[in-house]
């Protein structure tokens, strides 16, 4: 099969990348506009191989989405492009509806004119759990049919790019699935999220800023986790259908700082006489506009379906992150090396 992957250089579009490269035989276009958190880097284990092809394109820009997508023809279509950062939706929210909804519309349309051609291909809509808004401190978790209630502006244009995809399938036959993901880690990762930004904040030796009161709470996945459910979905799944995705790991934001501090403790202990522990740097700041109060998802239905769970528990996963931005300095700089300052908690 061949995959085009919109994306491809992000963080979880390049674990979805290297997953298929080192486990499958199935062919990978990216397609990825190269923004600040786009970073050919994270693909350089691929970038030799003779299954795998690079094409700098923006989704927003239609002529080159039909372009590409008529000359390579994929299979399927695995749309991961998107901004997606909560706090820069809120300062800048055209960039999102720009690029979450006229570039899914552009990527729609390419993908129809293939289907209208008799081409066989599946478009794969990655979105998130905060489409749905947010739960209360309840036994209560999101499954495919809870109803949409978008807080942010990120998640209002990421609800409005579901329901394109869904109206494509309805009105023009188009084939699709879409897959709704709890919050992502992992190594690779742009530093503006929660867990990055914690972990280079304490090496740094910085303030580590905390949202509010901390007890907000997000369930986390491991992104190579997360990478084999889509292939997953993308292979087996059954056409329109929705598939949550998630590991039912429920942590507060304050409880997953405080556990990266203390496994950072003991694989990077603090050289300094005046801090006994990188907790000791944690400090908390005004909350933000309109933050959802819990995430939780229900995957029983990939878990019964395709028979997938998750391999990583949180602890495990964690611990590997950390590890790896501890050992990958150089990755961390060069991202870096432009402008960006380390100055919001990033969730």
Aim: net charge negative; proline share 4%; glycine share 6%.
């Amino acid at each position: 099969m061949k995959f085009l992957i919109t994306g491809g250089a992000g963080f979880i579009g390049s674990a979805v990348i290297r997953h298929l490269l080192e486990y499958t035989d199935h062919r990978v276009i990216n397609v990825d506009k190269l923004t600040y958190a786009g970073n050919l880097e994270s693909l350089n284990s691929c970038s030799n191989s003779n299954k795998y092809s690079f094409n700098k394109i923006d989704i927003c820009n239609e002529e080159d989405v039909f372009e590409i997508l008529n000359i390579e023809q994929p299979n399927v279509v695995m749309h991961l492009a998107a901004e997606s950062h909560v706090d820069r939706s809120i300062d800048r929210p055209s960039d999102f509806i720009k690029t979450n909804i006229l570039g899914t519309y552009n990527l729609l349309e390419a993908t129809k004119k293939l289907t209208s051609k008799g081409i066989d291909v599946l478009f794969h809509h990655i979105s998130t759990d905060e489409v749905f808004g947010d739960l209360d401190n309840s036994s209560t978790s999101f499954n495919e049919e809870t109803p949409y209630d978008p807080s942010s502006p990120y998640s209002a244009s990421k609800a409005c790019s579901d329901h394109l995809v869904r109206s494509w399938g309805r009105t023009f036959d188009l084939p699709f699935v879409i897959t709704n993901c709890s919050n992502n880690y992992g190594p690779y990762q742009f530093p503006e999220k929660l867990i990055p930004i914690t972990i280079l904040k304490a090496l740094n030796k910085e303030e580590i800023p905390i949202y509010g009161d901390g007890l907000q709470i997000r369930d986390w996945l491991y992104v190579e986790d997360h990478a084999k459910a889509l292939i997953e979905v993308a292979t087996a799944g059954e056409s329109g259908q929705t598939y949550n995705i998630g590991a039912e790991n429920q942590k507060t934001n304050l409880e997953v700082v405080e556990n990266i501090c203390s496994i950072l403790d003991e694989l990077h202990p603090y050289d300094s006489e005046d801090c006994s522990s990188y907790k000791e740097l944690i400090r908390f700041v005004k909350d933000r506009p309109g933050h959802d109060r819990r995430y939780a998802i229900n995957p029983s239905k990939i878990n019964k379906q395709l028979k997938w769970k998750a391999q990583e528990t949180f602890q495990s996963g964690l611990i590997k992150t950390v590890k790896w931005y501890i050992e990958n300095d150089t990755w961390i700089k060069n991202i870096l090396n432009g402008n960006y300052v380390l100055d919001r908690q990033g969730l």
